[in-house]
Every structure is written in structure tokens, then in C-alpha cells.
């Protein structure tokens, strides 16, 4: 694609083009983590009755619909900026702003999450190191290869992707076996994916508002659209492809990780606070070393692999908002030489260090990020469904019925569901964030710093 892509808009064309329809897919399968599960497994399965396959074929549900709606948006707007851009240009750029506004409250404190989680992992592993010298570690060393360019992130990205990938099917291969084995009492069965005598749709969707922190990251693919090297239809496929492919891994690992859950009743029952069910789960199948090897693939995964990729999305926004003068102007500052937002990249790097080691002092740090990341994405979806049906099937009056009103009207239904039986500190939390958001569209509206259309004139580059 030339630079006509972003010129045409009244932007210039400022980031690297280096990345292939590879590069895209892996980008989004590395942020949603094929591997995910791992971390959270206990958690939905408590949440959900033990259907946890189930859950996040709901929560599949909710993102395939949105996933059009980004790819429909993706090919009218080629621009980096994500959600913001897309309603900002779809419907007004006070709407944008407070959909770009939502989204922040899932990027900013997704790196955060990311390295708190992967930090409490190794000190389980290696307790000699503390806390907060993990979370330095993670994050400078993810900063340092952010800064030095996309590409880089790129094959950084493939070698964690591969990695990943051979410890799932090692942890499947072992599983499958001992449940062919009848290992503990253990076979094949379908109740996680349907039980009639626990199931309810309050109590799927409840714990669907948990298992859709998994698929979170598909729509972080659009924040590189000026940085792909190919067409806008190559980046609307690759997010479609990758929400496909890692949907699949997850109802494989899941279905297979339930069946050797050795007590079902007790996890119900009891949860899993410290977070270990599905490792447990490896050590029933293959022993010891299964259980490690699958907790320091989490800790990797998520510390690493996932974190790099949510700094570099999380730098794209900032840097897109900034570029339109919505937020300070040192964010929208690029490298020269490596063609990155530096200071965008610096500041995420400096946040999620100091709210880690913030968040490590609370008795319940985790668990209170881990509520507020899914309300903050999940609005913004929403937000987006309803710019694809104002922007396609009613101002520009395609006819395209199916694509333009019926899928985003889906996708909204199935989010809306989600976000009513989220937790009510989600809920609250989100609201307030929300609220905020919207004030400060109207703060900007009004002192002329912001205008109702995004025009060509008001690029933001002079």
C-alpha cells in the first residue's frame, strides 16, 4: 500500500510499512495468547459450572461479530488509532473520542496485568527474586525491543508464537492420552459443553464477561494499519483469521483441561485464588514437570510475549490521539531512525511500572485490574457496532442489509448480555471511566480544541 493511504486523510505517512499478512496474524494471536487459558482456567471454570468449552464459544460469539465490524472499518479507514478512528470517522469525533477513551482503560492497563501476572508467576517459581525486580525486568527488556522497531517485534513475536504452540501440543498430546488411558477415573466426556443440571444463560454469560479477556487483542491488529505493507483487506482477513485460530486452541485446551480436573465439585466450589487449577490439571496428566513447565509458559507468555505486543498497541492509540490533538502532543513525537512513537512507548513502559508496583502492595491488586480491563473494550465494541450501521447502512446507504446492520446489531446484543452480567466492580468502575470520558469530549468540544468531523484539515500535522 503507498502512503496514499494515510495522505488521503491529511496525514502523513510517518511509521515503517513492514509488516506481511504473517506478521499481522501472529501479531493478533500473540496478543490474545494461545495459551491463555492457562491463567485463567480456574476462574471460568468456577464462574461457569464447569462448562468452560461452552464459555468461550459464547464469548466467540461476541467477538466474531465485532471482529466484521473492525474488518469493515479496517478497509474504509487504513489508518492506525483502532476504535478511535473508526467511530470518530464513522459517526462524530466526540464519539471517537469517548470510544477511543473506553478502549484505554483495556490498553493501559492490559501491560500492567500482563507483567503483575507474569511477575507473581516467577516469584512462585524463583521467590529468592522480588516482585517488583521481575516487573523491571519485563518491562524494560519488552520496552527495549519495542523501541528498536516493528520488525523486530515482528520475529520476536514468531519464535514466542512457535514456542507456545509446542507447549499446547505437548500438554494436549499428554492429556488425551491419559484420558484414553482412563487415568484417575478420567475419559472423554461433552459436559463442558453443556450440563443441563447447571446450566443457566445468566450463569454462561457471567462467566463469558471473564473468558473474553482471552480474545481480547484481535482488534489490536488495526492499530498497525500503517504499518502494513499490503492492502486494507490483507488487515481486515488477518484479524478474522486470527480470532478464528485461537478460538480453536482454546476449546481444544479447555475441553481437555475440565475433563482432568480431578475434584469438578471443589473448584466449583472453592475457586481458584491462587490461580493454579489448570496446572494442576498438567500435573494430574503427565506428572511434576508438566506442572512447571506449563506455569513457566504462562508466566513467559504473558510477561513476554503478550506484554510486547500490548506496549506496542497501546503506544499506536496513544500516538493516533495525540496526532489529532486529542491528547498532549509529546505522544505523537516518532522515532526518526526507528520509526516507532517513542514517547507514547516510554509512557505505557513508565505506567506499568509504577502501577505494578503499586497494584503489588494491595492485598488484591490482581483481581481488582483483572475487573476493570474487559468493561473498558467491551463498551468500546459496542460502540463500534453501532458506527458500522450509522456510517455504512444509513449515511452512505450501501444496502448491504446482512453485513451493515444485521451482524452489528448481533455483535451489540451478545456484548450487551456480556457487559449486564459482568461483576458489579466492573461495571462500576466503567461507568465512572466513562462518565469521565464523556466530560472531557465535552471540555474539548467546547474550547474548540476538538471539532464534530474529522476532516482533512484537521489531520493534526501541520
Known amino acids: ?98 470510544a477511543g477513551w473506553m478502549i484505554l482503560l483495556d490498553y493501559i492497563l492490559v501491560p500492567c496485568l500482563l507483567y503483575l501476572a507474569a511477575s507473581l508467576a516467577m516469584v512462585a517459581i524463583i521467590p529468592a527474586i522480588p516482585i517488583w525486580a521481575w516487573l523491571i525486568i519485563f518491562v524494560v527488556l519488552n520496552t527495549l525491543i519495542n523501541y528498536l522497531g516493528i520488525s523486530l517485534t515482528a520475529k520476536v513475536n514468531k519464535i514466542m508464537l512457535v514456542a507456545e504452540l509446542i507447549v499446547l501440543v505437548i500438554y494436549l498430546a499428554i492429556g488425551i492420552t491419559a484420558l484414553a488411558q482412563g487415568k484417575g477415573g478420567h475419559d472423554f466426556g461433552l459436559s463442558g459443553f453443556y450440563n443441563p443440571e447447571t ?28 504499518e502494513n505493507q499490503g492492502t486494507s483487506k490483507q488487515l481486515a482477513r488477518s484479524m478474522i483469521v486470527a480470532l478464528g485460530g485461537v478460538a480453536v486452541l482454546f476449546v481444544a485446551q479447555t475441553w481437555v483441561a475440565g475433563l482432568l480436573v480431578e475434584d469438578p465439585d471443589k473448584l466449583i466450589k472453592n475457586g481458584d485464588a491462587a490461580g493454579v487449577a489448570f496446572y494442576e490439571t498438567a500435573g494430574f496428566a503427565g506428572g511434576p514437570w508438566l506442572y512447571i513447565l506449563t506455569a513457566v509458559s504462562t508466566a513467559i507468555a504473558w510477561g513476554f510475549a503478550d506484554a510486547l505486543v500490548a506496549q506496542a498497541a497501546t503506544s499506536r492509540l496513544l500516538f493516533a490521539m495525540a496526532r489529532d ?65 450509522w456510517h455504512f447502512y444509513i449515511k452512505k446507504k450501501t444496502g448491504r442489509w446482512f453485513i ?59
Request: aromatic residues 10%; glycine residues 8%; proline residues 4%.
Open 1 to 98: 500500500m503507498s502512503s496514499q493511504g494515510v495522505e488521503k486523510f491529511g496525514y502523513k505517512q510517518e511509521l515503517r510499512r513492514s509488516l506481511t499478512f504473517v506478521d499481522l496474524v501472529v501479531y493478533g494471536l500473540i496478543f490474545m495468547v494461545p495459551i491463555a487459558p492457562f491463567a485463567i482456567f480456574g476462574s471460568v471454570f468456577q464462574s461457569s459450572g464447569g462448562m468452560v468449552p461452552l464459555t468461550y464459544i459464547i464469548a466467540l460469539v461476541a467477538m466474531i461479530f465485532t471482529a466484521n465490524s473492525y474488518a469493515q472499518m479496517a478497509q474504509e479507514y487504513p489508518m492506525a488509532g483502532s476504535v478511535y478512528t473508526y467511530v470518530g470517522r464513522g459517526i462524530a469525533r466526540p464519539v471517537g473520542f469517548v
Open 199 to 226: 446450566f443457566t444463560f445468566s450463569l454462561i454469560f457471567g462467566a463469558a464477561s471473564i473468558a473474553v479477556l482471552s480474545f481480547l487483542g484481535f482488534d489490536a491488529v488495526s492499530t498497525l494499519a500503517e
Open 325 to 389: 490533538r486529542q491528547l498532549p502532543k509529546f505522544l505523537r513525537k516518532v522515532s526518526v531512525k526507528h520509526k516507532v512513537p517513542v514517547n507514547a512507548t516510554f509512557l505505557v513502559a513508565i505506567l506499568s511500572l509504577i502501577l505494578g508496583i503499586v497494584l503489588t502492595i494491595l492485598p488484591d491488586g490482581l483481581a481488582l485490574i483483572s475487573t476493570m480491563v474487559n468493561f473498558g473494550a467491551l463498551t468500546a465494541f459496542s460502540i463500534l457496532n453501532v458506527a458500522v450501521m
Open 404 to 462: 451493515h446492520l444485521v451482524c452489528p446489531i448481533i455483535g451489540l446484543c451478545v456484548l450487551g448480555a456480556v457487559l449486564y452480567n459482568a461483576r458489579e466492580t466492573a461495571q462500576t468502575v466503567g461507568l465512572i471511566w466513562l462518565a469521565i470520558g464523556i466530560v472531557l469530549s465535552i471540555v474539548l468540544l467546547r474550547r474548540g480544541v476538538m471539532k464534530r468531523d474529522m476532516t482533512i484539515d484537521e489531520s493534526g500535522v501541520k
